[in-house]
């Protein structure tokens, strides 16, 4: 009877891309913050198991140093947990000689690293379990059996051609490989569990849903957007996929202040920084015509003195500055007279299209437009 209430409610937790490390103490913290929160989560949705679809670790070197603090962080999961390497993990790698499974990963945790594939069976589910390759054309070569169960799960890492929206730079700086849709077509699945992309998207490929949970915490710069994973739930003879946010993860936040032509920012700190949170990642850049740099500077580093403890990253972005330097700016009578009209109409514009008009209004005014 329990068998059977199983093969027909099942439930797992899908993540990637958590990129575990020790480069400093705050990003080892802030990462194994994150874990504790999937683990959490896991149990809290009474998940069975955790598919973890790879980079994990960010590097060999922290797969090697973090392992032993990682297995005891998943004791606290009543659940299984998978891993599936992913192309980060032999990031740095001293000697293609060293393997995955030369390492106690302790009975908690499943280490799916066969090549080119792995198949498992839990109840009435398959899971197949692709590890990252260079490239794929052993599972042409020697392709798993006939789907047996009800349902199989295929598990991932890498970059289905044609997901990459956002361009392939990011996706192949890194080493990653790509898995073509003919050759994910003839493995007969369901859903799909990848990793690399590390921002959330989704494709249907006939009956497989293809589904990419994105990094679950915010790795490199400009990474927009909450982190999260997927719950994936077969129930009543279907198979669905929830998307779960972590707050620990935080949201990276770009802040774009604009400068008065004193060089002193437009608005006060305080509101600008109220609504971000100290999980945060926040990167401020500055525009404006001003007469001078030294009000810009002085603010910014009060600003580095007074907040950067406020949040788990706080970074000001000079190249990205837009900035022009223009002497004695505030005796232009044209401009002066153009910033007076700009005051009157504050209250009836929009608040980003006032700033933008006024910003252009000057430079075009200075250049004799």
């Not at 015509?289 to 030294?294: G, L, P």
Request: net charge negative.
């Amino acid at each position: 009877m329990l068998k059977s209430l199983l093969d027909k409610f099942m439930k797992y937790l899908q993540v990637s891309d958590l990129h575990l490390s020790k480069s400093s103490p705050s990003d080892r913290e802030y990462s194994f913050s994150v874990l504790n929160e999937i683990l959490n989560s896991a149990e809290t949705n009474n998940c069975q198991g955790i598919f973890f679809c790879g980079d994990v670790f960010d590097t060999f070197e922290d797969l090697e140093n973090l392992r032993p603090d990682f297995i005891k962080s998943c004791q606290s999961f009543s659940g299984k947990i998978f891993f599936l390497p992913g192309n980060h993990e032999i990031l740095r790698r001293n000697s293609e000689a060293k393997g995955f499974s030369m390492y106690d990963w302790s009975p908690k945790i499943h280490l799916l690293d066969k090549t080119p594939f792995a198949l498992l069976i839990e109840n009435d589910l398959e899971i197949l379990a692709i590890p990252h390759q260079t490239n794929y054309s052993d599972l042409f070569l020697s392709p798993p059996p006939p789907k047996q169960k009800k349902w199989r799960i295929g598990l991932a890492h890498g970059t289905v051609t044609g997901m990459s929206f956002t361009g392939l730079d990011e996706e192949t700086e890194e080493g990653g490989s790509y898995l073509d849709p003919s050759l994910i077509q003839t493995l007969d699945l369901d859903y799909l569990a990848i990793g690399h992309l590390h921002s959330t998207r989704g494709l249907d490929l006939g009956k497989c849903k293809i589904r990419y949970a994105g990094s679950s915490r915010i790795w490199r710069k400009a990474e927009i957007g909450e982190r999260g994973g997927f719950i994936i739930q077969i129930k009543d003879g279907a198979l669905s996929s929830e998307r779960i946010i972590w707050k620990s993860a935080g949201l990276y936040r770009d802040l774009e202040i604009f400068l008065g032509i004193d060089g002193n920012p437009e608005e006060d700190i305080n509101t600008l920084l109220d609504t971000f949170q100290k999980e945060d990642y926040v990167n401020i850049r500055f525009r404006g015509t001003v007469e001078s740099m030294e009000n810009k500077i002085k603010f910014q580093n009060e600003v580095l003195k007074n907040y950067k403890d406020r949040f788990r990253k706080l970074e000001i972005d000079s190249e990205s500055d837009e900035i022009q330097v223009i002497e004695n700016l505030k005796d232009n009578q044209f401009v002066a007279s153009f910033l007076k009209k700009m005051a009157d109409l504050k209250p009836e514009m929009d608040e980003i299209l006032w700033k933008q008009t006024k910003l252009n209004g000057i430079r075009l005014i200075v250049e004799g437009k």
